[in-house]
């Protein structure tokens, strides 16, 4: 048994997981094994007894990974899963408080900032401004 259309919405710190079985099966699955995986670490799997999960408290700009498992009436796990890969949404922008002038010709100007470092992998941390004349 594999579960039908497993959706997921992003958030900017967590990912809200939707899923169907095919009709034949949604009287005889009950729960549900749910996994999320970060690029270096898997949470660990909860079983649910509906056909949505909210997993919170994730970093943002991070491709996840969630498996979704079916528990069959015969009290076994189902030996296949439904898995899915998504990116939790880019943190809100942040008013930095280093922001500043590096460099200024003609018809440019270059600026940098610093970035708190949980956001340091998404957030874009220089600009370049320039003109063609």
């Known amino acids: ?3 039908d259309s497993l ?3 992003a958030g900017w710190s967590s990912l809200n997981l939707t899923w169907t079985l095919p009709p034949r099966y ?4 009950g729960e549900y094994k749910v996994q999320v995986c970060g690029p ?3 949470r660990e799997a909860v079983t649910v007894n509906n056909t949505s999960y909210s997993v919170q408290e994730l970093s943002a700009c ?3 990974t969630v498996k979704v498992t079916v528990k069959l009436a015969e009290a076994k796990w189902s030996m296949r899963s439904t ?3 998504k990116m939790t949404v880019s943190a809100e922008a942040l008013p930095s408080q ?3 002038k590096v460099g200024l010709t003609a018809n440019s100007a270059k600026f940098e ?3 708190s470092k949980s956001f340091s992998s998404c957030i874009m941390k220089q600009l370049m401004l320039s003109t063609m004349n």
Request: glycine letters at 0%; charged letters at 20%; a positive charge.
């Open 62 to 64: 991070l491709m996840y």
């Open 7 to 9: 959706e997921v919405q």
């Open 40 to 42: 270096q670490y898997c």
């Open 26 to 29: 949604r009287t005889c699955v």
């Open 98 to 100: 280093t922001f500043r």
């Open 113 to 115: 900032w610093e970035v």
């Open 83 to 85: 898995t899915l890969k």
């Open 1 to 3: 048994v594999i579960v």
